[in-house]
């Protein structure tokens, strides 16, 4: 896995992810808000709400500024000037993205150091990501390798073999997939409906573990 990412250290600026796909409902959000807190427990993090419908921005008026701050931004061609300037005040940036807007994902993709595609494991939901996985790459090619980009499985169900069975369409897009799936779980979306997230409900419990695990990811790849 690690062996695919792109070498960090070029870039002079504090980290920044994105978190997109296409398709509404594939748990952009909720990955953002709980990567967010994550990374939060010993480190700045600001989370970008890039969807009009504003999900992010509506959990954060309810965590009522227990949390990490949370703004929004409706404009693409604002996102990349704006996310840079606010990057030298936050040791992590998490873009949440939106959904069917191709100009505000495109601008992500240019924005981002990460682009983390949250992932159902269906066949249905990964061709909705064709279009994205195309983006990402015409950037790649050119902007030397960046950004480093990886699936990651979520919502997949205990108990079944489906994820494992999507690994391998995943191979196809020729995108790396991170280890180990986040599972369908109540607490994600409980947490998230009182404001908080299952780092505050079940600290110790299997949904935690799982966000450490990606965590642990993410912060190989830019050596944090
Ligand atoms: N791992 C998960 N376990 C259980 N429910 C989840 C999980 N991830 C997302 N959900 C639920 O799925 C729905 C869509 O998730 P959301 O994060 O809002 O997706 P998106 O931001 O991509 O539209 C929400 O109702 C959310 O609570
Ligand atoms: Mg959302």
């Given at each position: 896995?690690?062996?695919?990412?792109?070498?960090?250290?070029?870039?002079?600026q504090?980290?920044?992810?994105?978190?997109?796909?296409?398709?509404?409902?594939?748990?952009?959000?909720?990955?953002?808000?709980?990567?967010?807190?994550?990374?939060?427990?010993?480190?700045?993090?600001?989370?970008?709400?890039?969807?009009?419908?504003?999900?992010?921005?509506?959990?954060?008026?309810?965590?009522?500024?227990?949390?990490?701050?949370?703004?929004?931004?409706?404009?693409?061609?604002a996102l990349k000037s704006t996310v840079n300037q606010l990057s030298n005040g936050y040791?992590?940036i998490?873009?949440?993205?939106?959904?069917?807007?191709?100009?505000?994902?495109?601008?992500?993709?240019?924005?981002?150091?990460?682009?983390?595609?949250?992932?159902?494991?269906?066949?249905?939901?990964?061709?909705?990501?064709?279009?994205?996985?195309?983006?990402?790459?015409?950037?790649?090619?050119?902007?030397?390798?960046?950004?480093?980009?990886?699936?990651?499985?979520?919502?997949?169900?205990?108990?079944?073999?489906?994820?494992?069975?999507?690994?391998?369409?995943?191979?196809?897009?020729?995108?790396?997939?991170?280890?180990?799936?986040?599972?369908?779980?109540?607490?994600?979306?409980?947490?998230?409906?009182?404001?908080?997230?299952?780092?505050?409900?079940?600290?110790?419990?299997?949904?935690?573990?799982?966000?450490?695990?990606?965590?642990?990811?993410?912060?190989?790849?830019?050596?944090?």
């Open positions: 896995m690690i062996s695919y990412w792109y070498f960090w250290r070029r870039f002079t504090n980290p920044i992810l994105a978190i997109l796909n296409p398709k509404g409902g594939s748990g952009k959000t909720t990955l953002a808000l709980h990567l967010a807190h994550a990374l939060s427990l010993d480190s700045t993090v600001l989370l970008v709400d890039t969807d009009p419908q504003g999900s992010a921005r509506d959990w954060a008026s309810q965590a009522g500024g227990n949390a990490f701050p949370v703004v929004g931004i409706d404009r693409a061609a040791d992590w998490v873009i949440d993205g939106a959904a069917k807007l191709e100009e505000m994902g495109a601008h992500a993709v240019s924005t981002a150091h990460l682009v983390i595609i949250p992932v159902q494991p269906s066949p249905l939901d990964l061709w909705a990501c064709e279009s994205l996985v195309s983006q990402v790459k015409q950037r790649q090619a050119i902007a030397d390798g960046a950004p480093t980009t990886a699936f990651q499985i979520t919502r997949a169900k205990k108990g079944t073999n489906l994820a494992r069975e999507i690994r391998e369409v995943v191979k196809e897009y020729g995108l790396p997939l991170f280890d180990g799936s986040i599972h369908d779980r109540t607490i994600f979306a409980k947490s998230l409906a009182e404001g908080k997230t299952a780092l505050n409900l079940e600290p110790d419990g299997e949904a935690c573990w799982e966000i450490h695990h990606l965590i642990k990811q993410i912060k190989g790849a830019f050596d944090a």
